[in-house]
């Protein structure tokens, strides 16, 4: 079975990052990037999958410019198998990502695609999703843990634990399925000095939105970002009664 | 003999016996030879991706390209990019560059755009006054460029790249690699996933080794590998002990109307006293940025001295202040620097490699620039390594030979050529002979530089601040660096600090921040970006784990407390009324100040964890 496993480079998690002068966007103050946390931990998943041959090959897949091509040489050293990349100069919003994600599924003929629940640029939590409804396939997101389940060797299924609102939820579905990391997953492995010298003369396969059929039309407009607004001081009060009086006068919740 | 004295005198031969067979079998030290670790091999290896490293790499490279021979480079750092844990003023002078790429000007993605056009100093006598000093001899600028030297970096690591250099970040240098013949075979990288109590965790992954032919320790300041390598080679043998500084810095961007750029500001005076070498600089970058610091020298007295607190001050005075009303700190980090010159240059090469660039200590003082020699100490061993590695090195000492012996022969000659010296096929496996560096640094104009400097910097330790710079002043325009005597550095830098008892604390109660130009520290180290992976043991080791509590607190007030500049060292007491040192590693910026200012050298800086550590950018 194959697996595809979809990456996303964004600022590295522990950089600092600011509001832009035009309130456009978000500027990091050190632009270190790296690959999204969860896409890492669902890449582990996949290399852990294969590690107990349900997995034949894993295909990691980044979308963007040329110079997202560094979180593909990690992935290569995490342990996927082939790197594709779509190549694309415009801004991706996840409709245009899950048509091109659908399209190379369709292609590659994927057995299971194991997204990050959500990218921390955008946090936008809908690829996996769309990719799901665009492919007409069962998903299950939030995964805090995946088993497949070969008991019946022609209808392979997935049971997968979700962590929602009110705790655990265990589904099963027939594969092909989508399923999205959550952070308990796992902890993905780090990559060691000569996987990553393996990894840095690896091909990557290039591919363009046009050879998939897909035309990228941007939904979504940014109109304004803005920083959220500073935190009051908290005050201390003297009695119980001040504090329900003040809740309800001046915080207005009860 | 009794019986008991004959089992165990042949006990211990045979203990004897057995050390010797571990180490003729084993090429590593024994921590890591019963590991199976693997390795990889390179004809060179460069630990340390900064400027001294990245022109040895480039160098040999290009002549490689020149005469048609290939060998591979490996440069290992343990930033997480390259230019991650590089931190300098800076103003650049080119000459080093110069020789490596006699055509960086006309790159279009070079980032040396501004030149120097303003050259100012100042006496700051007080916190709110100042006097205006000429700007001449090592404080004339006209010909460099201010810059920042991460970004620098980072152009020469992709030019190093695109020459075939393999550079791995992320990854630290955590242990020599020896042969049985004592000679350095190339380094182990440090293991990855263990947690705090020493146990792996579930994403443990084993160190490699990295072997090489060559390899050249280019770790910066107090070096953690190059420093093992002094004790362990006696490198210090004719040389005196290094001296050091620490610097400070902070880059902000400022509004359009403030900022000035090429302008180079230079300054001494507040808030040090006198008997504390010290000076602050602010350089208008490119871009709206200005990079300001204050640098302070380590020999510093007072255990009560707060760095941090002390360029917050700085900054407030109005000559600093000016320069970034109004702005934001993009960025704050902390360096140490060398300070000893001329005196304290050990010997550079030992069998299997050398130390080049801040690891050996080329930085030039009252000038306060040591990335130009760093880079020139690149191109020498580059072209020593190159040399050894090819043979020529070899052809060239046996040509010599030849000569020497023909000059002692008699006067009836010898068919031609058949007294030539053969070079021995030595240079073609094993560590390389690096030894002719040292010729090569005493030759170049890093030892003429540093010569002609040697005695500035000791003199304001002997002197204090005005007749220290009297005598820079005499110094370089009377004597112009060629006076007969060389000053000595006296007492090393950790030596020096006095007993807390026998000073008055320096008060900084009148200090708060204001979040507009003066920083907290929490705030400032989350612009360092730092960050380590809180789970791993603590790369800030203690020989002894008494020496806080005994000696460090009680004689000394704690000043480790005071002097880092990440407030990684914190004094708790506990319930039993006794001090407890908390060693807070995560806020490390890898600036090795502990590791020279401890008062009983008990403080050793290791490598953490490949990756972790500042994020340096725009440094």
């Known amino acids: 079975m194959k697996i595809l496993v979809a990456v996303k480079r964004v600022i590295d998690y522990a950089v600092p990052v600011r509001v832009k002068a035009d309130k456009s966007g978000v500027e990091a103050l050190l632009p270190k990037m790296s690959m999204n946390p969860f896409c890492e931990i669902a890449l582990e998943e996949a290399v852990r999958l294969k590690e107990k041959k349900f997995v034949s090959e894993i295909l990691a897949i980044t979308l963007g410019p040329a110079g997202v091509q560094d979180v593909l040489r990690h992935a290569l050293g995490l342990g996927a198998d082939r790197a594709l990349h779509v190549v694309s100069e415009q801004e991706l919003q996840p409709l245009a990502v899950a048509r091109l994600l659908a399209a190379v599924a369709k292609r590659e003929s994927v057995g299971l695609a194991l997204l990050g629940k959500q990218a921390i640029d955008d946090d936008s939590n809908q690829t996996g999703q769309m990719l799901a409804a665009l492919l007409d396939w069962p998903q299950a997101t939030f995964a805090s843990k995946v088993e497949i389940d070969t008991s019946v060797p022609s209808k392979m299924r997935a049971v997968v634990t979700r962590e929602v609102d009110g705790g655990l939820q265990t589904l099963s579905m027939e594969l092909p399925a989508v399923i999205t990391a959550d952070l308990r997953l796992n902890t993905p492995r780090f990559v060691s000095l000569p996987n990553a010298i393996k990894a840095k003369k690896r091909q990557i396969e290039q591919l363009s939105p046009d050879s998939l059929g897909v035309e990228i039309v941007p939904q979504l407009r940014t109109v304004e970002v803005n920083a959220p607004p500073l935190r009051n001081a908290g005050t201390r009060v003297s009695n119980v009664a001040e504090l329900v009086e003040r809740l309800h006068n001046e915080a207005r919740v009860l | ?619």
């Open chain 2, 1 to 619: 003999m009794s019986i008991l004295r004959l089992r165990c005198l042949s006990h211990s031969l045979l203990y004897q016996s057995e050390r010797t067979l571990h180490e003729r079998f084993f090429a590593t030290v024994p921590t890591s030879s019963h590991l199976n670790r693997e390795a990889l091999n390179y004809d060179v290896l460069i630990v340390g991706g900064g400027p001294a490293g990245l022109s040895a790499a480039i160098k040999i490279k290009q002549l490689c390209e020149e005469k048609e021979k290939d060998i591979s480079v490996c440069v290992v750092e343990k930033g997480g990019e390259i230019g991650s844990h590089i931190l300098s003023g800076n103003v650049l002078e080119t000459k080093a560059l110069d020789e490596l790429f006699a055509d960086w000007r006309s790159c279009p993605d070079v980032p040396i755009k501004v030149p120097a056009s303003k050259d100012r100093f100042y006496y700051l006598a007080s916190s709110s006054s100042s006097f205006r000093l000429p700007a001449i001899g090592p404080l004339h600028n006209k010909g460099n460029y201010i810059v920042s030297l991460s970004e620098v970096c980072r152009w020469l690591g992709k030019r190093a790249e695109s020459l075939g250099v393999e550079v791995l970040s992320g990854y630290s240098g955590k242990e020599v690699l020896y042969n049985w013949n004592g000679a350095v075979v190339g380094v182990t990288t440090g293991d990855h996933g263990v947690a705090k109590d020493g146990s792996r965790k579930e994403t443990f992954s084993l160190g490699v080794e990295l072997r090489a032919r060559a390899t050249l320790f280019a770790e910066g300041c107090r070096g953690s590998l190059s420093e093992s390598l002094i004790k362990r080679y006696n490198l210090r043998e004719s040389a005196e002990h290094q001296t050091y500084a620490l610097g400070l810095k902070e880059v902000w961007e400022v509004p359009t109307s403030q900022h000035k750029e090429g302008t180079v500001i230079h300054t001494v005076g507040y808030p040090t006293d006198h008997g504390t070498y010290g000076g602050g600089f602010v350089y208008h970058m490119a871009d709206n940025k200005v990079a300001l610091g204050l640098v302070i020298g380590l020999d510093y007295k007072n255990p009560t001295l707060n760095t941090f607190k002390e360029f917050q001050r700085w900054k407030l005075h109005p000559v600093i202040r000016q320069n970034i009303e109004g702005g934001t700190c993009l960025q704050y980090g902390a360096r140490t620097l060398n300070e000893g010159g001329l005196q304290s240059i050990p010997k550079l090469s030992f069998p299997g490699g050398a130390l080049i660039g801040c690891s050996a200590g080329f930085l030039n003082v009252p000038k306060i620039k040591g990335t130009h020699m760093a880079m020139k100490s690149g191109i020498l061993v580059g072209e020593a390594v190159f040399r050894a590695l090819t043979g020529e090195a070899a052809a060239a000492a046996a040509e010599a030979e030849t000569i020497k012996r023909r000059r002692e022969v008699s006067l009836v000659p010898a068919p031609a050529g058949s007294d030539a010296v053969v070079p021995s096929e030595a240079w073609k496996k094993g560590p390389a002979d690096l030894s002719e560096l040292e010729g090569a640094v005493q030759r170049s104009w890093i030892t003429e530089e540093l010569h002609s400097v040697r005695n500035i910097r000791p003199a304001f330790s002997m002197l204090g601040l005005i007749p220290g710079l009297l005598h820079a002043f005499i110094e370089t325009y009377v004597f112009r660096g060629k006076a007969p005597w060389t000053f000595s550095h006296r007492a090393p830098d950790h030596e020096r600090t006095q007993p807390l008892s026998e000073c008055t604390p320096i008060s900084y109660s009148d200090f708060k921040p204001d979040a507009k130009l003066t920083l907290d520290l929490p705030r400032a180290l989350y612009l360092s970006g730092t960050n380590h992976d809180h789970d791993q043991p603590s790369h800030l080791t203690l020989r002894d784990p008494g020496v806080p509590e005994r000696v460090n607190h009680a004689q000394f007030g704690g000043p480790e407390s005071k002097y880092c500049p990440a407030g990684v060292y914190e004094y708790r007491e506990e319930a039993n009324g006794r001090q407890h040192l908390v060693i807070n590693a995560q806020n490390c910026l890898h600036c090795k100040a502990c590791d020279i200012k401890d008062s009983t050298q008990n403080i050793k800086w290791t490598t953490p964890q490949g990756g972790g550590g500042p994020n340096y950018k725009v440094m």
